[in-house]
């Protein structure tokens, strides 16, 4: 298996340390996610980013977090799906919504699950949901902006599912009691 340098802000390269720094700033430590990002600026710069621009979307936190946990769930990233579900539970994500999501099963709540449906068809899909898929996810109370910001939030996990099954990302300790497998 092919290891990763796991950076921290004094091992980081140059032009990560800022971004380091902020990600500290923001969660009071940096998550083995972006210590490992850091080996590519580029790829923390982006991926930073987008995390900012999709946490300013119309999509409240509630609807954020469906869209990253079902990319996550699909991408069958573990530590984000464990990361993921400490942070729903942080902004008070009802428990039966947050365990529908883990185990891929429907959510209780329409409206989310509409959003659940619709993220599930463009992570599989490849954005090829087709016009059925997004009239019904439309015709749940969804706008054509938020069609694209389920893109947004898809493109955000796609970077960190990817690196972590890359790199083999250990779970930080904040995740603890929210570790996750994929259900068969």
């Known amino acids: 298996m092919t290891t990763f340098t796991r ?4 091992t980081a390269p140059a032009e990560s340390q800022p971004i380091l720094a902020a990600v500290k700033g923001a969660f009071g430590f940096v998550p083995n996610l972006q210590g490992h990002m850091a080996e590519s600026p580029e790829l923390l710069a982006g991926y930073s980013q987008l995390w900012d621009l999709f946490g300013k979307s119309t999509l ?41 999501l883990r185990a891929g099963s429907v ?12 993220t599930t068809a463009v992570v599989r899909e490849r954005g090829f949901v087709g016009d059925a898929g997004v009239e019904a996810f439309l015709a749940a ?15 955000t996990k796609v970077m960190s599912n990817y690196t972590n099954h890359l790199v083999h990302t250990q779970l930080d300790p904040f995740m603890k009691g929210n570790e996750w497998t994929k259900p068969v």
């Open 141 to 155: 109370g969804f706008t054509r902006r938020n069609v694209l910001e389920v893109v947004l939030g898809v493109a």
């Open 107 to 118: 959510i209780p709540d329409a409206r989310l699950e509409a959003l659940h449906v619709f």
């Open 7 to 10: 950076h921290t802000l004094d």
């Open 60 to 100: 409240t936190a509630h609807e954020q977090q469906v869209v990253y946990l079902t990319s996550n769930f699909e991408n069958n990233c573990y530590y984000c799906m464990a990361g993921h579900t400490t942070l729903a539970k942080m902004i008070e994500m009802p428990a039966d919504v947050i365990e529908a």
